[in-house]
């Protein structure tokens, strides 16, 4: 299944991808949150469809396109977790998992406009695969009960001002929280429609031009041991997102170093799970 969000900010409601068309849920269920997922909310969805998928109500096509899950309890993210990504950082490959917070008022639709933080010079692009809880986990005790603890996965735009998160005192959460630095979407893919989160080609573009391509076949660490990696050192809740690395190609990268300015546009897709477009103001 495609789970969906849309309406304005503030007023999103939960949708679905039905033969290509959005239809609208929320006479069902309230939203893709923690309580939804955490009631088996998902069974119910699969026995609706089975039943009258059919017939739930079509989404406006001028409807806004909202990040696919409710804003959620965190966003952890995983710095450096593709070994071409840490040598073109300058950066050694960690032994274990970087994990770093970013707020979740970040949080944004997919094809919504994304705003240059005020005295910017250095705002960076990261296409990454996302990863949405089911379930509530700690201590988990193996990797595959991690595994089933995944709920679906989806495209994540990990935005970045490299001078607040590097030059700064080292803070990477001050170089990732600013307004609408998390578009997430089009899409939750269910787990059950991505055949091996470890085989999936990843692009971005700037203005029609390729700056990253790379799979998550280059992960150092699987989305299955960074959930139980995290399990380990704190709950982490149903409808949580973890994002999950970049591959090379992002601006602080580039020779010389290329950053986002006002006016540019970022196209960024992974396959099976959709496209999202954001234009820079």
């Given at each position: ?13 939960p949708g ?5 068309s959005?239809?609208d849920?929320s ?7 923690r309580?939804?997922f955490q ?7 699969r026995a ?12 406006p ?10 804003r959620?309890g965190?966003?952890m ?9 840490a040598?073109e ?9 970087l ?6 008022n970040?949080?944004?639709g ?5 705003a ?12 990454e ?9 700690s ?14 996965y989806?495209v994540v735009n990990?935005?970045?001002?490299r001078?607040?998160?590097l ?7 001050k ?12 899409y939750l893919?269910t787990?059950?429609e991505v ?6 080609g990843?692009?971005l ?10 799979n ?9 041991h960074?959930?139980?990696?995290l399990s380990?050192h704190?709950?982490?809740?149903a409808?949580d997102?973890?994002s999950t690395g970049?591959?090379?190609g992002?601006?602080?990268?580039q020779?010389?170093p ?15 799970l ?8």
């Amino acid at each position: 299944m495609k789970l969906i969000r849309f309406g304005e900010v503030g007023a999103e409601r939960p949708g679905i991808m039905v033969n290509g068309s959005r239809k609208d849920c929320s006479a069902f269920f309230s939203d893709w949150d923690r309580s939804f997922f955490q009631r088996g909310g998902l069974a119910q969805l699969r026995a609706l469809l089975a039943e009258e998928g059919h017939l739930l109500p079509d989404v406006p096509e001028t409807a806004r396109w909202a990040a696919p899950i409710a804003r959620p309890g965190m966003i952890m993210c995983i710095g450096l977790n593709y070994s071409d990504h840490a040598k073109e950082s300058g950066m050694e490959v960690p032994a274990e998992p970087l994990i770093f917070g970013k707020a979740s008022n970040t949080l944004s639709g997919p094809y919504d406009s994304v705003a240059i933080p005020k005295g910017s010079e250095k705002t960076d692009w990261e296409v990454e695969l996302g990863v949405v809880l089911g379930k509530d986990v700690s201590y988990l005790a193996s990797e595959a009960e991690a595994e089933a603890a995944i709920v679906g996965y989806c495209v994540v735009n990990d935005l970045s001002e490299r001078d607040f998160q590097l030059a700064r005192g080292g803070q990477w959460i001050k170089g990732k929280s600013c307004p609408g630095f998390s578009p997430v979407g089009p899409y939750l893919v269910t787990a059950d429609e991505v055949r091996n989160p470890l085989n999936l080609g990843m692009q971005l573009k700037v203005n029609g031009e390729t700056m990253q391509s790379g799979n998550t076949a280059t992960m150092v660490f699987s989305p299955a041991h960074l959930v139980w990696y995290l399990s380990q050192h704190m709950l982490v809740e149903a409808g949580d997102l973890i994002s999950t690395g970049t591959p090379p190609g992002v601006g602080l990268g580039q020779d010389p170093p290329r950053y986002l300015k006002a006016g540019d546009e970022v196209e960024l897709s992974i396959d099976g799970l959709g496209t999202q477009r954001q234009r820079f103001v």
